[in-house]
């Protein structure tokens, strides 16, 4: 069975600067992956979506890359600001169903 | 373009007692899914609609656990009878199509938060 883990759960940085989330699985079997965006109360916002095929994903200050052999996807978050303070929650799809990691939560201080 | 719609927002119910969420999803997205996410984990799926099918629901709790989709569109999620354990957020979504070669980004309603006191 497929099993999603992110590491660390909660992060707390000053405003400004980069930061890197990460996102492991245990099944390389995957058709591709998706970071979302939870604010609290809200439901997710799809980010980034990277194709099993693909290396990495760009919007704007966030890069996505994916090392599926390895079983691993990173999410680069340039230049933070407060706003960007969230949960964060990278998901893989195998084909036919979609597995949730447990989050990081990010605190961006002014 | 309107989003995954949910209701109600919020929901205060004793254990034992029934309670039901409606989901309407974008228009012309065949695939819809029922999660359940409880705090301080990521969200888990319990069934899986394409059109007015069940595609999977193999985590859903099916001795109190219901769900149908009727005419592909709008889908009902029920619970009878709640347990304390159900206590969480109850999270929609479509998507245009759930197969690895199409654009299968799911768009997520706000959730509706349940509390079994």
């Known amino acids: 069975k497929q099993e999603v883990t992110q590491i660390p759960a909660a992060l707390s940085v000053p405003e400004g600067e980069n930061l890197v989330l990460n996102c492991s699985f245990t099944?390389?079997?995957?058709?591709?992956l998706q970071w979302f965006r939870q604010d609290p109360g809200k439901g997710l916002t799809s980010l980034l979506l990277i194709q099993s095929s693909q290396r990495e994903q760009t919007s704007g200050r966030l890069n996505a890359s994916l090392d599926k052999s390895s079983g691993r996807s990173t999410l680069y978050i340039a230049a933070s600001q407060p706003g960007d303070s969230a949960t964060y929650l990278c998901a893989v799809f195998t084909g036919n169903q979609f597995y949730f990691g447990t989050g990081t939560s990010l605190t961006v201080i002014p | 373009e309107a989003g995954v719609a949910q209701s109600p927002r919020y929901k205060i119910i004793e254990k034992r007692q029934s309670v039901a969420f409606w989901c309407n999803p974008i228009?012309?997205?065949?695939?819809l899914y029922w999660y359940q996410q409880i705090l301080g984990q990521g969200p888990k799926l319990l069934i899986q609609?394409?059109?007015?099918?069940?595609?999977?629901d193999s985590q859903l709790p099916k001795d109190r656990f219901s769900a149908e989709r009727l005419k592909g569109v709008d889908s009902t999620l029920k619970i009878q009878p709640a347990k304390l354990e159900d206590s969480a957020v109850y999270l929609c979504?479509?998507?245009?199509?759930?197969?690895?070669?199409?654009?299968?980004?799911?768009?997520f309603g706000a959730g509706t938060r349940l509390s079994v006191l």
């Open positions: 979504a479509s998507s245009l199509t759930p197969l690895a070669g199409g654009t299968n980004i799911q768009y």
């Open positions: 099944d390389s079997a995957i058709y591709n």
């Open positions: 228009s012309g997205h065949a695939t």
């Open positions: 609609f394409q059109n007015n099918g069940v595609v999977d």
